[in-house]
DNA sequence: TTATATACAAACAAGAATGTATGTATACTG
DNA sequence: CAGTATACATACATTCTTGTTTGTATATAA
């Protein structure tokens, strides 16, 4: 049984790259070997050098696949402008949607939990970091630019440039979604983040 | 050249531990081995195997050499009654005094640059974040009983409870210390993180 | 002073893990 | 329908890494 059809070869590939996400979330990246990976997508390591360079390489696939795709739904719920709803509660829905992502969606779970505490972020991963950090800083524009609205519209309770109050907000939520991935039975931080950012919008509004 | 006095062996350790702390900053923790650890300390593998079980009880060693000081001491500073003192300065102050041991203390800053980016929490490794989790409990709770001395002083601008004021404040800061750690070349977060924290205060106080 | 435990260095053995090279059945192309 | 490229599986060689074992000079205890 060899020589499937490109489908089938497409098919195999993203099997490979489900497979390394499992690998990854068990056993940690470093310790994760093609072996491992081929085994959990039930190929050999012949399938995985024919579809990936190495290890890295099935790394980058998973996060352009299961990460960015949650940077960017984030990036444009913070973004539409909307005439119905006052920017505040825009932001608080957008982090409060990527919650909900991670709640519901497994992959993307997995996906924050590998990067967070199951990655070591050195040599060709350090790069990783910066692209990460350069998200932030899009997303943390966003937020300046809703709570320069909120500003505009009269909804603040405090006279802090929305620049500080952007990145307050950021480092809040960044400082969630760290807990909230090491929280893995849910008792401390899981089964209230909603709560949390209702409390830190509430704080801000007039 | 072998067998040194007790204070001799003892040197060995910890240089042990401190050319650990190097390989594990630049290599990771998985990539570092033994033999990169010894050669950078200036011995044999023999030598570390004498002084440490294996890899990990180094890791723990050095956790516990370099990292939890700096817990304990946030926690000391935070939950010291002072009169002269208002307890949401007390605060800044305490957030700002770790930036300020992460800026002059290398060892503190490298220690939370391997613990945050540089390890994999699998397996041996998954209790330390545990542990780390609850020691975060305790600072939290220190938190909060600043925040309702400051209620009791009528200090704060907003009613919510103290609970959800600590939890915000500990998840800002643990966003910052994140954010702190992984912008290594200091233009996004370091050069402006004790502003960041005076905006943070700023914002609850009446 | 002698015996013993100490603090390593050096050598050894075994297993992983990687990358590559080779084999091969079959889908597809001309 | 023949030839070729594809999509793998299998086999191989090499390099790392680890843990253990052995050796040994010397501080220290008796």
Redesign the interface.
Known sequence: MVRKTKEDAELTKQRIIDAARAVFL??????STLEHIATEATVTRGAVYWHFKNKTDIFYALRDRNFLPLIDRMYDTLGVRSDNIDPLTQIENSLCDTINQLNENTEMRQIYEIMM???????EFATV?QQ??SN??NITEKIQMAYERAIEQNLL??T?PPH??A??T???????M??WV??ADGS?FRH?AK??IQ??I???RL
Chains 1, 2 share one sequence.
């Open positions: 068990t056993r940690g990246v470093s310790r505490i199951k990655c070591e972020y050195v040599d970091l990460i950090l932030c800083s309770s405090t802090l500080a109050l990145l307050d950021h480092l809040f939520f960044s400082g969630l760290h807990m090491k929280d401390r209230q709560a949390l409390s830190h509430k704080l801000r």
